[in-house]
């Protein structure tokens, strides 16, 4: 795996803990539905009647479930938090998935997609998203980690699932497994899903690079473009302070520190937006067989990361000292990608 190491990365805050969101699939009991459970009793008792179709209590009729959405929506939207509200929390996603299913979201399902259409985002749920042009793919880019093996493990790599396609049936990993292997060596690239992006990470994390691609997508149309058809995820790394793009995965690790919630009003939408420039540069030079070593690379990337600045935002403010460090590039005091 070729990795490239950015110091241009912005420093961002790391939520104590992302909640993570309920799907239809996991939602068993009727604790969840149309009462409040405190004892182990009662979610035994739930969970019963949820299987016995008797949720609502005692007087109460539940609505029937409205069908899934037309029109070419997504199969994933299932809750209001598709459709009329922001969610963020465990119970946000249960009380949007009941509102649903009552059909007492605020907007029609139908206004959910044409909004989903002109902002570019396809599902998202508490902790991830996909944004990208809708109807085009059948898969979405992973949202999960891309395999791992650990340092001397043998095991055969032959399948896009198992790079960065999100695989749901045994049809998808046969394709993958198809495409794999009608591009190799290089099968990587041949895994990509241009036009498609996911981000993985904390609520800030997924909505400060939500916001730097819509602020592509309204303001430099073409390096929007130029980034979703380079880059398939933005993933937040906690472990470490360091970012770095890993050319053959077509995936931004994005080292992602701070102090706390009280510092999400200092986040660069419009800087992180250049960045994604920056490095989507490196996995479109890296899929074109150019490599004319790492100075060269880092100039042609910081050069394009300048002119996507200048195009957004004219006047801003680390433009000065981003025009100094490339007239000072061949200069190892400057070579940030050394550190």
């Known amino acids: 795996m070729k990795l490239r190491t950015s110091a241009l990365v912005i420093s961002a805050i790391l939520l104590c803990a992302a909640a993570l969101a309920l799907t239809a699939q996991d939602i068993d009991n ?3 539905v149309d009462r409040q459970c405190s004892s182990d009793q009662e979610w035994t008792d739930g969970y019963q009647a949820f299987q016995d179709n008797q949720c609502p209590v005692p007087g109460q009729t539940v609505a029937p479930a409205p069908s899934q959405p037309t029109g070419g929506a997504p199969a994933q939207i299932d809750n209001c938090c598709f459709v009329d509200r922001q969610c963020h929390s465990e119970q946000d996603w249960i009380n949007g998935w009941q509102a649903y299913q009552h ?9 959910a997609v044409s909004s989903q259409r002109a902002s570019g985002v396809i599902a998202r749920t508490a902790n991830w998203v996909v944004i990208g ?8 880019p992973s949202t999960t980690y ?4 650990a340092p001397g493990e043998r095991r055969a790599l032959d399948n896009c699932c198992q790079m960065n396609w999100q695989c749901n049936s045994e049809q998808d990993w046969a394709k993958g497994y198809s495409t794999f292997l009608q591009n190799v060596p290089g099968a990587t690239a041949h895994c990509a899903l241009p036009g498609l992006i996911s981000i993985l990470g904390d609520p800030v994390f997924v909505d400060h690079y939500e916001r730097a ?3 592509l997508k309204t303001r430099a149309p073409q390096l929007y473009d130029y980034v979703l058809n380079g880059l398939d995820k933005i993933e937040q790394r906690t472990d470490t302070g360091n970012s770095n793009v890993a050319t053959s995965n077509r995936a931004f690790y994005v080292g992602w520190r701070g102090v706390g919630p009280a510092d999400v009003g200092r986040l660069d939408a419009v800087y992180a937006a250049a960045e994604l420039v920056h490095e989507a540069v490196h996995v479109h030079r890296n899929e074109a067989g150019l490599d004319a070593g790492e100075l060269e690379e880092e100039r042609v990337a910081l050069s394009k990361q300048i002119a ?3 195009v957004m935002s004219p ?3 680390s433009l000065s000292y981003m025009r100094h460090l490339l007239a000072n590039i061949d200069n190892p005091e400057y070579q940030w990608w050394h550190y």
Do not use: K, N, T, W
């Open 30 to 32: 009727c604790c969840f």
């Open 103 to 111: 059909g007492q979201c605020h907007a029609p399902a139908q206004s």
């Open 133 to 140: 042009y809708p109807g085009m793919h059948d898969i979405l």
């Open 146 to 149: 891309f395999v791992r093996f």
């Open 213 to 215: 691609l819509e602020a």
């Open 308 to 310: 996507a600045l200048e």
């Open 315 to 317: 006047g801003h403010s």
